[in-house]
């Protein structure tokens, strides 16, 4: 008897580093789904990759609950993606907008790794990885939000993965400290990393030997600075 096909859940896709997960989960014969505020900008990726996509906010609750329910099986592999930025000094920011902002970059990453592990925990495996960015680990001028969002979210990750990888669900955390090469930033350009390549990593941390798990990969193109 055949092995049942693993299922890949993406939230906050869309191009880029999303587009090249669902390209690789998709090659490596993953069930994979997407999910998305507006998953009408998905149509094209869902046809090329064979991907079935779902509309959700990750900062809301019910929406999430729903989102999981909706999958065939308890997925094997839960990326959470999104994030939103609100530039400008913090004297002059707006609270409701960092509140939006933080809601979706930090408290989004709780609701969705508290729902996948609510799933996972009674099989036992499973892996849970989150997106952070230079901003996790460093706090630059004028991005005090960002700095929030993703300082929170790394902070959550490192706590569930104490949490939870002893009762077998993998959680890891990415740093991308650069940007991402995108149709005005070719992977030629050696200034930015290629999404291609960050999907691989995120694919090698999901099946990597539970003997040598890691929690968190720091991802930079070879001639940014540290």
């Not at 999910?35 to 991907?51: D, M």
């Not at 960092?98 to 709780?110: Q, Y």
């Not at 390549?197 to 968190?216: K, P, V």
Request: aromatic letters at 6%.
């Amino acid at each position: 008897m055949s092995e049942a096909k693993e299922t890949a859940l993406i939230i906050g896709a869309g191009a880029g580093l999303s587009a090249s997960l669902a390209r690789l989960c998709a090659a490596e014969g993953m069930d994979v789904h997407l999910a998305a505020r507006n998953p009408g900008k998905l149509t094209a990726l869902c046809q090329e990759t064979g991907a079935q996509a779902h509309s959700c906010d990750a900062s809301d609750p019910p929406a999430v609950e729903a989102l999981f329910d909706a999958l065939p099986q308890v997925p094997d592999l839960v990326v959470f993606n999104p994030s939103k930025r609100v530039r400008g000094g913090v004297h002059e920011l707006d609270p409701a907008a960092v509140k939006e902002a933080i809601e979706i970059t930090c408290f989004g990453g709780f609701v969705v790794g508290r729902e996948a592990a609510r799933r996972m925990l009674p099989r036992g495996s499973g892996s849970i990885l989150f997106t952070g960015a230079s901003a996790s680990v460093k706090g630059y001028a004028n991005s005090s939000t960002f700095a929030m969002g993703k300082f929170g979210l790394r902070g959550l990750c490192q706590s569930m993965a104490r949490e939870l990888q002893p009762k077998g669900i993998h959680v890891g955390h990415f740093v991308i400290d650069g940007g991402i090469a995108s149709d005005s930033r070719t992977s030629d350009d050696d200034r930015f990393l290629s999404p291609d390549a960050i999907a691989r990593s995120y694919l090698d941390l999901h099946r990597q030997h539970r003997s040598a798990w890691t929690w968190e990969v720091e991802l930079r193109p070879w001639v940014e600075n540290f």
